[in-house]
């Protein structure tokens, strides 16, 4: 198993450019988990996702962030305009079962996005 | 509310000896409380959880975790520090209702 995957690894971009941070989950995970990752702040879920819908996107910081997950194989977030503070490390995660609160999640190796 | 506290930036230990890193929780139902692994430029990795049960719990790469209800504590620990266990632990709680919420991580360094 390849375990997730994410696209791309490294991603620099202008202020106000649109971003797109791509994730595939292990095959049969049945939640998706989109997560930012900064010094300050630390780990924080933006949204996740349960059989391709979205479940609690409280944690999508303004409207400038959207995720979509059209199948059960992919899932992209974007930043539409981005911005010198959105820089982070963007990870997806993905997880198994209906019980999904008592299993693991398995983490992609996350995107590490600057915004100039 | 739920909360997860790692009360340690960083934990240093010599090589050979004993580690622990520190987790102490709060919630109010049930907890279920993993604790992660992320290596630099990677992402997290499970080591272990406590679900219900025994209160030791052992997991991946030799480490194991206590659970202590009346302490509200799952310290993680492992026998004997290896150079490779350098990097950043989380401890995280599931409450089963809510995300999870994770510690703010705790950066090992084991010196040779």
């Known amino acids: 198993d390849a375990g997730v995957i994410q696209s791309p690894r490294h991603e620099v971009t202008e202020m106000g450019q649109e971003v797109t941070l791509r994730c595939k989950p292990i095959?049969?995970?049945?939640?998706l988990f989109w997560y930012r990752q900064t010094m300050m702040r630390g780990l924080e879920l933006l949204i996740y996702?349960?059989?391709?819908?979205?479940?609690?996107d409280s944690g999508m910081p303004e409207d400038r962030f959207s995720a979509k997950m059209p199948n059960a194989s992919f899932s992209t977030l974007k930043i539409q305009p981005s911005e010198p503070r959105d820089s982070a490390v963007y990870f997806c995660?993905?997880?198994?079962?209906?019980?999904?609160?008592?299993?693991?999640?398995?983490f992609g190796p996350g995107t590490r996005l600057t915004v100039l | 509310a739920q909360s997860v506290a790692q009360p340690e930036d960083q934990v240093n230990v010599a090589e050979g000896n004993p580690l622990t890193v520190k987790c102490t929780y709060s919630?109010?139902?049930?907890?279920?409380l993993f604790w992660y692994v992320q290596y630099p430029n990677r992402g997290l990795q499970f080591l272990l959880k406590?679900?219900?049960?025994?209160?030791l719990v052992k997991g991946s790469y030799g480490f194991e975790a206590e659970f202590n209800k009346s302490q509200t504590s799952f310290h993680l620990k492992k026998p004997s520090a290896l150079v490779s266990d350098s990097a950043l632990y989380f401890c995280?709680?599931?409450?089963?209702?809510?995300?999870?919420?994770f510690g703010k991580g705790t950066r090992l360094s084991v010196i040779a």
């Open positions: 995660a993905s997880s198994l079962g209906s019980y999904s609160r008592y299993n693991e999640q398995f």
């Open positions: 095959s049969g995970h049945d939640y």
């Open positions: 996702f349960n059989n391709n819908v979205p479940i609690d």
């Open positions: 919630v109010s139902g049930n907890p279920y």
């Open positions: 406590y679900i219900t049960g025994d209160n």
């Open positions: 995280v709680l599931n409450s089963g209702n809510t995300p999870l919420v």
